[in-house]
């Protein structure tokens, strides 16, 4: 069963900060990897990573694939607080595996 | 352009209670179709997807059932509601089977007491 882990679970910054958050996963066959955000509703896409599109940018948002080790990271650059949110990966396949999350608040 | 749309919005239901959460695409044909759940401080996890009318798979063992009567309608439900199903679910679908993404709906936020 495939499985994805993300890191941290939590995490608080201030205005302007940067974040990196964590995904790892363990797949049987890896198609594509997903970054959703989530506010206080049903989580919106933000980027796919494939094997041929291992790196993302939108705005002050990007994502970069590492398939050596598994991994994805996604990046907010110059946070605001309208990036508090959950953020979510998943492996897609048939159908999406979600890691947990990460909680990003950003404070004024 | 394509829509999910899910009703209602918000339910509060007594355990032991039927439950039918009813799930709409506008502006695609054959989509595949998903129902998720997410407990309080959790992650998403699949409950059942559908690729097509009447085709309905279990992802976990539970009190919930799916169906699909319509190309473009999903239907959860349950003969009788446990604590346990309280949660936020999600419904998304996903289109050409060339494009990976998968889009959801605003939610069904269930409470049962």
């Known amino acids: 069963e495939d499985k994805v882990v993300q890191s941290p679970l939590s995490l608080v910054v201030h205005e302007g900060d940067t974040v990196t958050l964590n995904c790892s996963y363990e797949?049987?066959?890896?198609?594509?990897l997903l970054w959703y955000k989530q506010e206080k509703k049903a989580p919106t896409f933000l980027f796919m990573l494939?094997?041929?599109?291992i790196e993302k940018k939108s705005g002050r948002l990007s994502s970069i694939l590492d398939k050596k080790e598994l991994s994805s990271i996604l990046n907010i650059t110059a946070t605001q607080t309208g990036d508090s949110a959950i953020y979510l990966c998943?492996?897609?396949?048939?159908?999406?595996?979600f890691g947990a999350g990460t909680t990003v608040t950003v404070r004024a | 352009s394509q829509t999910i749309h899910q009703w209602p919005a918000t339910l509060v239901q007594p355990v032991g209670s039927p439950l039918s959460l009813e799930c709409t695409v506008e502006?695609?044909?054959?989509?595949?179709l998903y129902w998720y759940r997410q407990a309080a401080g959790r992650g998403l996890q699949l409950l059942f997807y559908?690729?097509?009318?009447?085709?309905i798979s279990s992802e976990v063992p539970q009190n919930l059932s799916a169906s699909r009567p319509q190309d473009r309608q999903f239907i959860l439900s349950s003969k009788k509601l446990l604590l346990s199903d309280s949660g936020f679910y999600l419904c998304?679908?996903?289109?050409?089977?060339?494009?990976?993404?998968?889009?959801f709906g605003p939610g069904t936020r269930l409470t049962v007491t």
């Open positions: 998304a679908w996903r289109g050409h089977p060339s494009s990976y993404e998968q889009y």
């Open positions: 797949v049987t066959n890896f198609r594509s």
């Open positions: 494939t094997s041929s599109g």
């Open positions: 998943a492996h897609n396949d048939y159908k999406l595996s």
């Open positions: 502006g695609t044909s054959n989509p595949n």
């Open positions: 559908s690729v097509g009318i009447g085709q």
